[in-house]
T-cell receptor, first 113, second 117 residues
Framework: AAGVIQSPRHLIKEKRETATLKCYPI?????VYWYQQGPGQDPQFLIS???????DKGSIPDRFSAQQFSDYHSELNMSSLELGDSALYFC????????????FGPGTRLLVL | AQKITQTQPGMFVQEKEAVTLDCTYD???????LFWYKQPSSGEMIFLIY??????QNATEGRYSLNFQKARKSANLVISASQLGDSAMYFC??????????????FGKGMKLTVNP
């Protein structure tokens, strides 16, 4: 079965640089979520999109922005990177509905030096 | 207030034994969902099992079952016949059923399970 695809899998950036993370949801999934997991921590919700519209926003810094495109893939843009942005970034997708499970991608491991 | 509580930071179990991972939750929403995810050292987040607040029966998925006690607000994961490959972090998560709102997951702090041969 097809899974959520994230690219790149690993990314190393310098402080103040920008990064773009991409997410390709499972086919026919119309909702995408972004989570950030710091070292030794639980995942924290950043932002979500349903049918290409932002549906909810969590603790996402103003330096970050995201969107969902017409083919349902999503991109998380991160600017002015800080050391504290080093984390594992997950994208998850689901079909709309309360009983629907969120399936996670393999994550993008971002290291800011 | 913390919505998902996993009090066991770590557990050890012998291979082939059963183990219970605790999870308590807090919500005032009558409609919610509870999930368990497994995160091996490689980092991916693997869905294990789901329990809806209105489900009459406890969820089961292969060797995984969920001991759902609604009145006590607990949703413990039971793994039967542990295998070495079960060694991982386990996260309990909740999704509240807000009408027209977010379906985001709120996670507990996780617990580390180690299966010994």
């Amino acid at each position: 079965a097809a899974g959520v695809i994230q690219s790149p899998r690993h990314l190393i950036k310098e402080k103040r640089e920008t990064a773009t993370l991409k997410c390709y949801p499972i086919p026919r999934h119309d909702t995408v979520y972004w989570y950030q997991q710091g070292p030794g921590q639980d995942p924290q919700f950043l932002i979500s999109f349903y049918e290409k519209m932002q549906s909810d926003k969590g603790s996402i810094p103003d330096r970050f922005s995201a969107q969902q495109f017409s083919d349902y893939h999503s991109e998380l843009n991160m600017s002015s990177l800080e050391l504290g942005d080093s984390a594992l970034y997950f994208c998850a997708s689901s079909r709309e509905g309360r009983r629907e499970t969120q399936y996670f991608g393999p994550g993008t491991r971002l290291l800011v030096l | 207030a913390q919505k998902i509580t996993q009090t066991q930071p770590g557990m050890f179990v012998q291979e082939k034994e059963a183990v219970t991972l605790d999870c308590t939750y807090d919500t005032s929403d009558p409609s919610y969902g509870l999930f368990w995810y497994k995160q091996p050292s490689s980092g991916e987040m693997i869905f294990l099992i789901y329990q809806g607040s209105y489900d009459q029966q406890n969820a089961t998925e292969g060797r995984y079952s969920l001991n759902f006690q609604k009145a006590r607000k607990s949703a413990n994961l039971v793994i039967s016949a542990s295998q070495l490959g079960d060694s991982a972090m386990y996260f309990c998560a909740m999704r509240e059923g807000r009408q027209g709102g977010s379906e985001k997951l709120v996670f507990g702090k996780g617990m580390k399970l180690t299966v010994n041969p």
